[in-house]
Every structure is written in structure tokens, then in C-alpha cells.
């Protein structure tokens, strides 16, 4: 699937799939793709932020590290959209449930191990600088 394929997409279900079974070694104009359009929702957003490939996060914690190809238009525009989008949270809440890890200790049993950890990773990320909108699951439940 090329980028212009990726424009007749109709739904976020498809663009998961492409997103998830994209080879990062062919580059990120498809991925740039998905990520503007119309159908890509936060929950998708956020999986491209966290799992599907590492730019974003690693432009977001550093945003002068020198790991972005110069020459490569479609990588800074891909960070930039998914990053952008989900700081100006202009990605809407859909059908896709991403679950960052972080924030929702409420999700677990008060005390519990798995309550405990959450919280654990959430101080982590938020010393680190890292703002709500890349912290906040995307349950799809209002959870």
C-alpha cells in the first residue's frame, strides 16, 4: 500500500491495519498518511506515538537530538502531526482503544500491584516532562 492507497481508506479499522503491518524500512510517507486523515483517531494516534515506531517519542523527548534524517521530509512530518495532533488534542476519540500505561490507576483495585505500577510510570513520564495528552489512555469507554 502506497500513500495514495491509504487516501481511499474508509475506516480507522483499515488504518490500524495498514499502521500496524507497515514496514518502517520503506519510509514514512504511508504512515504520514494515515496520520492525517480524516478517519485516524486519538486512540490510533497514540499508537503510532508509543508502539508502532520510536520517532515521535524519541522527538519528543528530545527534540534537538539529531536522530531525524534531514533529507527526509515525510519522517518530520509524520512527528510532527502525531505529535502536534495529540498535544492539541486534534485527534477525536474513536473506535480504536489504546492503552498508553500510564495515568488510569483508578482502573485497577486500590493498592493492587498492577494500580501501584501504573502509578509507578506515570511519575516517571510526568518528571520527565511528558504532558497528559500523551499520558491519557484511550479506553473508548469513557474509563
Known amino acids: 500500500m502506497d500513500a495514495r492507497g491509504v ?14 503491518g507497515h514496514n518502517w524500512d520503506d519510509g514514512f510517507a504511508v504512515p504520514l498518511a494515515v496520520a492525517n486523515h480524516p478517519a485516524c483517531d486519538r486512540g490510533l494516534a497514540l499508537m503510532l506515538f508509543w508502539e508502532l515506531d ?19 521530509a515525510d519522517e518530520a512530518a509524520y512527528v510532527r502531526r502525531v505529535t502536534g495532533g495529540l498535544l492539541e488534542d486534534a485527534f477525536p476519540s474513536g473506535s480504536t482503544v489504546f492503552d498508553t500505561g500510564f495515568l488510569g490507576a483508578h482502573l485497577h483495585p486500590e493498592g493492587s500491584r498492577p494500580a501501584l ?17 500523551l499520558l491519557r489512555p484511550e479506553l473508548g469507554d469513557g474509563a
Open 7 to 20: 487516501a481511499g481508506l474508509g475506516t480507522t479499522e483499515e488504518l490500524v491495519a495498514v499502521a500496524s
Open 54 to 72: 520510536e520517532c515521535a517519542e524519541l522527538f519528543w523527548s528530545d527534540a534537538d537530538s539529531e536522530f531525524l534524517d534531514p533529507d527526509d
Open 117 to 133: 505500577l501504573r502509578a509507578g510510570r506515570t511519575r516517571l513520564k510526568v518528571a520527565e516532562g511528558y504532558p497528559e495528552q
